[in-house]
């Protein structure tokens, strides 16, 4: 990445950064070279994970928020993922279509990506893409997750600040104590509460928080109600989000969320570049010829996995 | 490495009721496996050139039912150009009355598509388009 495209991406030009995206999308070394050349300007945007159940109105959210965080003079980058068809590979990205009232405003930047495959309800370069925003000097990122069901937490990881949205009507109260996504909130919004049910929704997460047991300076994360559609409890929850920031902050917690969301990430890339290394590596043939000694039943998976790796030391 | 998935906006100019035909087509294209943005109906040239940037697509396809194309398409060709734009795919559909295909050509659109046409065609149109462009810039 040349010193003018640095550039450029640093002063928000929207091509750049949309540019950049697509790079860090694509993976491999053009993503590294996007990376290394971004990395020192990163880490001062506040990240913000918005996850639920598909249907909730997280887009519709975003969009309020981004609206208020604008009032606000901050600027807003947006990162929307939608799943990718496991069976042809394409995707319809929607989250767009929600948030037409941020149109036609250069302090915002709003990308959709595709799963390509990952799960855990984000894409694999999600994170990159939301490195890019913060080097362009979006102060606030929001990303929207894939529609998630109990166990898309990869988000927490990821932001300094989760929102889980819930609606009325999606379940009871041993849903809200199962283990998973409600786990992640560090805020809790439930959406569409002009419609039944909102209040008994409330009263269940609030029953499930009440629970678990509170230490004197743990965070408990609120319950709200917003009508996002029509702009109804959106200044309350922005509120909530800035305050757990500054929770994070006054508790010392963002280094250390900084300094576990970077070992998730090492974590992961090392994953995947040493699974790549065995796959196209010199024991890459031999994986044919170990699946079809698991389908004869001659080796499990543990053996046959400890071929694969044992052949590189 | 895996080849980058096509990334196709699917836009709806102008003041349509309905996006019907738009919907089949962004369909279509996720079956013939695009990533496609997909961002509703009364978008302005401005919306629709905004969205192009942002999302990096390789071709934009706008429909339209309302007559308006000739005057709301070259808008949007015009803004894509300004915002280095220039190399992106156009394809067109919807109701275009034939004697303004010409005219939408000499726009910079690749081609038009009317009702009856087949998406399996439609995808292989852009497929073969991107890929040859594609070839171009890796040589």
């Keep these: 990445m040349d010193h003018a495209s640095v550039e450029a991406v640093r002063a928000g030009d929207p091509r750049a950064v949309a540019r950049a995206i697509s790079a860090v999308e694509r993976g491999g070394a053009q993503a590294r070279e996007v990376i290394a050349a971004i990395f020192r300007y990163t880490g001062h945007a506040h990240v913000i994970g918005v996850t639920g159940a598909p249907g909730t109105g997280k887009s519709t959210l975003v969009n309020e928020s981004a609206k208020l965080y604008r009032r606000r003079g901050h600027r807003v980058g947006i990162v929307a993922v939608d799943p990718t068809s496991p069976f042809s590979g394409g995707a319809i990205l929607g989250d767009r279509l929600r948030m037409q009232d941020l149109s036609g405003d250069a302090g915002v930047f709003i990308r959709s990506m595709a799963t390509r495959g990952s799960l855990g309800g984000l894409a694999a370069a999600t994170s990159d893409a939301a490195k890019v925003l913060d080097a362009a000097g979006f102060e606030i990122i929001l990303v929207e997750t894939v529609g998630a069901g109990q166990s898309e937490v990869d988000i927490a990881k990821n932001a300094h600040t989760t929102v889980v949205v819930e609606a009325p009507g999606l379940g009871d109260d041993i849903q809200a104590i199962k283990a998973g996504i409600l786990e992640i909130a560090d805020v809790l919004v439930v ?30 994360p609120p319950v709200l109600k917003t009508v996002a559609i029509k702009g109804e409890g959106i200044t309350d929850a922005v509120e909530w989000v800035c305050k757990h920031r500054a929770y994070l902050e006054a508790n010392h917690l963002l280094e250390s969320r900084e300094r576990t969301r970077l070992r998730a990430e090492l974590e992961m890339v090392v994953q995947r570049e040493l699974m790549a290394r065995l796959v196209h590596g010199v024991n890459g ?5 170990l699946v079809e000694k698991m389908a004869a039943r001659e080796m499990d998976v543990y053996q046959a996995a400890e071929k694969l790796i044992g052949g590189t030391r | 490495m895996a080849e980058r998935p096509i990334r196709v906006l699917i836009a709806k100019p102008g003041l349509d009721g309905h996006d019907r035909g738009a919907k089949v087509v962004a369909r279509a294209l996720r079956d013939a496996g695009m990533e496609v943005i997909y961002t509703g109906i009364r978008q302005t040239p401005e919306m629709i050139a905004e969205a192009a940037v942002q999302e990096d697509v390789d071709v934009v396809g706008l429909s339209i039912l309302s007559g308006a194309h000739l005057d709301l398409f070259p808008r949007i060709v015009d803004l894509l150009k300004q915002k280095g734009m220039q190399d992106v795919l156009l394809v067109c559909g919807g109701i275009i009355p034939d004697e303004d295909i010409a005219a939408l050509k000499q726009m ?6 009317g009702p009856g046409t087949s998406t399996q065609d439609l995808a292989k149109f852009i497929r073969d388009r991107i890929v040859a462009r594609r070839a171009g810039v890796n040589a």
């Excluded at chain 1, 049910?197 to 409330?202: F, I, L, R």
């Excluded at chain 1, 043939?285 to 010829?289: A, T």
């Design chain 1, 191 to 220: 959406n569409k509460a002009d419609h039944d049910g909102a209040n008994s929704t409330v009263a269940a997460l609030e029953m499930n928080l009440n629970l678990k047991p509170k230490g004197e300076n743990d965070w408990r």
């Design chain 1, 285 to 289: 043939g031999q994986i044919e010829v």
């Design chain 2, 108 to 113: 910079g659109f690749a081609g038009a598509f």
